[in-house]
Structure formats: C-alpha cells, structure tokens
C-alpha cells in the first residue's frame, strides 16, 4: 500500500512537471516562437492567452510587441557646405515579424546593434548630402522683426528641402535596408545639433561683433540725440531766463514808477512834507552808504550836513 501511494506520487510530480512544461502564457505585451533544438518550430505566436509545446523538446523565445527605443551616439559629420556639426538622432521602432526577427538578429541586443549600423550610416549619407541650412530649418519663414535695426541682420535664405523632408528620407531609406530583419522603424528625429567646438567659437565671436556694431550704432545715435538734447535745454533755458529777468525789471520799474507816484502825492502836499520827503531819502542813501567800519568826511556845503546844520 505505501509503495502504490509513492508511485501515485511520482506519476504526478511527473504530470505536473509535463505539464508545467507543455504550458506557457503569452501577455498582451509580447510574442513569441517556439524553438526545438534551437531551430523555430511552427508559425510565431502573437495572440495573448495560453499556449502548448512539447515538453523539455521546446523552447520558447519571448519577443517586446512594444514600440522600442533606439538612441544614437553622438557623432561629427561634415555637411554638404563643408561645415562640421554633432548630431545626436534618435529613433522608435518595433518586430513586425518574430521568427525572421529571430533568425536573422536572434535578440534585441542584436538588432539594437545592426539598427546603429543602418540608422547612423544614413545619418551621415544625408547629413553630407545636405546644406546646414537644411538640417536646422524646416519652413521659408519670415523672421519677426522687433526692432528696425533688425531688418538688415535677420536676413534667412531659403531652402529647398528642409529638416522635415531629411528626416523623412532618412526614414525611408532605413526601412528599405530593415525589410529582411523582420523590423519596422516608426519614426527617425534630429534631437539635438551643434557646431563643432572650433567652428562654435568662431559663429559666436562672429555674432558678438556684429552686436557690437549694433551696440556702437545705437551709442552714436544716442550721442548725437543727447547732444542736441542737450542744446535744445540750453536755448530754451538761456530764453526763459531772459524772458524772466525782462518781466521782472519791467514788474520793477512798474513798482518803482507807481512807488515813486505814491512817494509824490503823499510828500508833495505842501512844503513841510516836501522837506520831509527829502530829509527821509537823503537819510535812506546815508544809510546804505555807511556801515561799521566806513568813515564819512561832509564839507559844509553837502546836502547831507545841510540838515545838521539846521539841528545846531
């Protein structure tokens, strides 16, 4: 009795283990082939759910359903107009077909690998093919002009093909050279493009100069706006104190007159205020005349020491 129960046992760890191994599960992320002896068996696998294969003769090679990811390296290529730039690209692609897939690349790595070889040598084909002007613009656009200065600068030449169209051919002709692999390229991008550092250098020191011809013309310009500026205060400034200083010596001579013309009808009643109008402004022009440290000699025939005279 206890061996038959071993035996039942065994017979079903030997079941399970069969059937462990003639079962796997295929998610909605990936596809599959079933190898035997490292040679694919049958049609490839791409419906999700569960799937058969012989036990321990098969094997089963899991392929990404997703759209995958290619990075380029950063690479120095000439243009067609003789100018030397880095280019990095990237690139989405995808299996299209597992089992040519598996037979000509085997993994991703693989096909990572020969996509590096097909992507940046037709990088580089149209890269030289290609003027700079090219590669960094896609439309004939006007530029916006903010300032008139700018009008003589921002000056674009049109082109004829544009970054767009070269990234398009770019695609096209890789798809062309990945048909056999059992891949597909979805999209092909210039991420990123630069001078190299020699030829940066100059396009910058050429760009200062040029803003700082802009820089000096606009200094000049203002100069010559400060100077006359500067004139048109000092005329203005000259004429208004001229037309004060006529304004007030004419208030002046009009308050003289009228002060002059009220002295007169107060003083000029009879004599008695005469000689006292007199005697009151000899007396005021002895008083600016003198201070403290002026000495005054009067002969007796002075107007002013007429009126010490009437005193004694």
Not at 52 to 77: A, C, I, M, S
Request: proline share 2%.
């Amino acid at each position: 009795m206890r061996k038959s129960i071993i035996g039942y046992i065994v017979v079903a760890f030997i079941a399970v283990l069969l059937l462990m191994n003639s079962v796997y599960i295929l998610d909605e992320t990936q596809q599959a082939i079933v190898t035997q002896f490292g040679k694919p068996v049958g049609d490839p696998r791409t419906t999700p759910g569960l799937n058969f294969k012989t036990p321990f003769l098969h094997k089963v090679q899991f392929f990404d359903k997703r759209y995958l990811e290619w990075d380029g390296d950063r690479n120095q290529v000439p243009t067609k107009d003789k100018k030397f730039i880095f280019v990095d690209t990237y690139a989405r692609w995808e299996i299209t077909d597992p089992l040519q897939f598996f037979i000509r690349l085997r993994d991703e790595r693989s096909a990572q690998s020969r996509l590096d070889d097909i992507l940046d040598g037709e990088t580089r084909n149209a890269i030289a093919s290609h003027e700079l002007l090219d590669l960094v613009r896609s439309t004939n656009r006007d530029p916006e002009v903010t300032e008139e200065f700018m009008e003589e600068i921002e000056i674009l030449s049109d082109i004829s093909v544009g970054r767009d169209k070269i990234e398009k051919i770019v695609l096209e002709k890789a798809n062309l050279r990945t048909t056999d692999l059992g891949v597909r390229i979805l999209d092909f991008r210039f991420k990123r493009m630069n001078y190299v550092d020699d030829v940066r250098d100059r396009v910058y020191d050429r760009m200062i100069s040029e803003r700082n011809r802009i820089a000096d013309q606009f200094r000049s310009e203002g100069q010559g706006e400060a100077r006359v500026t500067e004139g048109n205060k000092e005329r203005d400034l000259a004429q208004i104190q001229s037309e004060a200083f006529r304004l007030a010596e004419e208030i002046k001579g009009k308050a003289d007159a009228e002060a002059t013309k009220i002295y007169a009808a107060a003083f000029n009643k009879n004599r008695t205020s005469v000689d006292l109008y007199k005697f009151v402004r000899s007396m005021e022009s002895l008083e600016k005349s003198l201070d403290e440290n002026t000495s005054l000699i009067l002969s007796s025939e002075s107007e002013f020491f007429k009126y010490f005279k009437k005193l004694n």
